[in-house]
């Protein structure tokens, strides 16, 4: 069956350290996955998506399908990435599946 | 920019009555979603519409119902709200891809109903 696992629900790191943020999945075919995030106050929003290859506010992430992983990562954490973190999967074109979300707290 | 409201932000409604919550989204898209948005569960999927007048049953359907009779609305109804569900209910909206996978969803702001 389809599954996205965030094993941290909560991470905190001092700013200026290397932040990671887990997402593991469960998926027969090719996988398509995405990161979503809420800050505080605000609607959730799309981070980024692993076929766009792109580096949104300092944050990549690649697909691994060996590992079937695909987490986030940043250099140098900041305090305005305090927020909520959701790992999700497309299954079938149009629906995602949500993994439980890693809130990360980034500590001055 | 996608735009897309929700009737409210705060609901407190009694055990027992209907609930109607509204999701209004401007950018003409096909696919409507409603999620539940519960601490230590993520997201989960309540029921979502790919045309108006079309429904599928999401991952946890049961006490909810869903109404599209227009593109741009998608209404959840508690028929009879209970306590469990209680929660932050969040709406989103995504444009039907051409094969190429899903598109990014746009979500509202949020409904934290409270049933007492």
């Known amino acids: 069956a389809q599954r996205v696992t965030q094993p941290e629900k909560l991470l905190s790191v001092f700013k200026g350290a290397p932040v990671e943020l887990k997402c593991n999945y469960s998926?027969?075919?090719?996988?398509?996955l995405f990161w979503y995030v809420q800050y505080s106050r605000q609607r959730l929003q799309l981070l980024l998506r692993?076929?766009?290859?792109?580096s949104i506010k300092g944050f990549t992430a690649d697909l691994n399908k060996g590992e079937t992983s695909f987490h986030l990562k940043k250099p140098f954490a900041q305090e305005e990435d305090s927020a909520m973190y959701y790992c999700a999967l497309n299954f079938n074109g149009y629906q995602l599946i949500w993994g439980a979300g890693t809130k990360l707290i980034i500590k001055p | 920019d996608v735009k897309v409201t929700q009737s409210s932000r705060y609901l407190v409604k009694r055990t027992g009555e209907k609930v109607f919550l509204e999701c209004v989204q401007d950018m003409d898209h096909e696919n409507m979603f409603w999620y539940r948005q519960d601490p230590g569960l993520g997201l989960r999927l309540i029921y979502f519409?790919?045309?108006?007048?079309?429904?599928e049953k999401g991952d946890i359907p049961e006490g909810y119902s869903v109404s599209r009779e227009k593109k741009e609305r998608f209404s959840l109804i508690l028929e009879s709200a209970s306590t469990n569900q209680t929660s932050m209910y969040l709406c989103a909206s995504s444009k039907s891809g051409q094969g190429r996978g899903t598109d990014t969803q746009y979500f509202g702001p949020g409904t934290r109903l409270t049933v007492l």
């Open positions: 692993h076929i766009s290859r792109e």
């Open positions: 998926y027969s075919g090719s996988p398509e």
């Open positions: 519409s790919y045309d108006v007048k079309m429904k």
